[in-house]
């Protein structure tokens, strides 16, 4: 350790230390980054918002979180935007706090502007959002936006027209039902040729269709993650 942080991991016995402190069963980790983050202050705080996402974010081991674009009020699509979600986090949270800026239809001029306003990169939708201040990008749309910008975007990839509608059911199963991995390829194959054809990065957020990795494993630009609550 060295001024509060890790700054060497070394075996056992390698070298003299300052100190020596012995934390028996604790472990010493870093903090950690989360960058999917739904605060959604200002404007829907009764969801969640700065103090208590920060404070309960620190509470688990994240000392760093990004916030997503949507769900506030306004969503952050342009640089405007950005400084009033900033005004709405000001002395509220308890760990360092970053931004993504949003893509939207018709909101491809904004996003140098909010790219240079200190945004991390762009959050974009091939389906619904769930909140109609944020709705999705056709392919074409998110050609032009990949095209307005050299950023980071990271994508819901999921294809609307292979999306059932979901039954009137409290059953987990009834909604995966509705959503097949073809939504998902069809979507990533879109995400897929953006990226070739633009050149730009692009990551894919919470995969579960096994079916779409081959066509990402072979596009070095395009990323993609998962995790347990979204495998199938």
């Not at 920060?54 to 342009?78: E, H, K, Q, W, Y």
């Not at 993504?100 to 502007?113: D, K």
């Not at 959002?129 to 095209?147: D, I, K």
Request: hydrophobic share 45%; proline share 8%; net charge negative.
């Amino acid at each position: 350790m060295s001024g509060g942080r890790i700054a060497a991991i070394e075996p056992y016995h390698a070298g003299d230390a300052a100190e020596i402190v012995d934390l028996g069963d604790t472990a010493l980790l870093p903090g950690l980054v989360d960058t999917h983050v739904h605060v959604n202050e200002p404007g829907r705080t009764e969801w969640e918002g700065f103090a208590t996402a920060t404070r309960a974010a620190a509470a688990g081991g994240v000392t760093t979180i990004v916030d997503m674009p949507l769900n506030s009020l306004p969503p952050t699509v342009d640089a405007g935007a950005l400084e009033v979600k900033r005004a709405a986090a000001a002395g509220q949270c308890h760990v360092d706090t970053g931004f993504w800026g949003g893509a939207i239809p018709g909101n491809a001029g904004e996003l140098a502007a909010l790219y240079e306003a200190g945004v991390f990169g762009f959050k974009a939708f091939l389906v619904d959002s769930g909140v109609p201040e944020f709705p999705p990008l056709s392919p074409a749309q998110l050609g032009a936006a990949l095209s307005a910008v050299d950023a980071l975007f990271v994508v819901h990839a999921e294809d609307p027209a292979a999306i059932a509608p979901a039954a009137a059911s409290p059953h987990y199963a009834d909604f995966v039902a509705s959503r097949p991995p073809s939504a998902e390829t069809g979507a990533v194959g879109t995400v897929v040729a953006a990226a070739r054809e633009t050149g730009r990065r692009l990551h894919v957020l919470h995969l579960s269709a096994a079916a779409a990795l081959p066509a990402i494993a072979g596009t070095p630009n395009v990323t993609v993650e998962t995790c347990p609550t979204t495998s199938r």
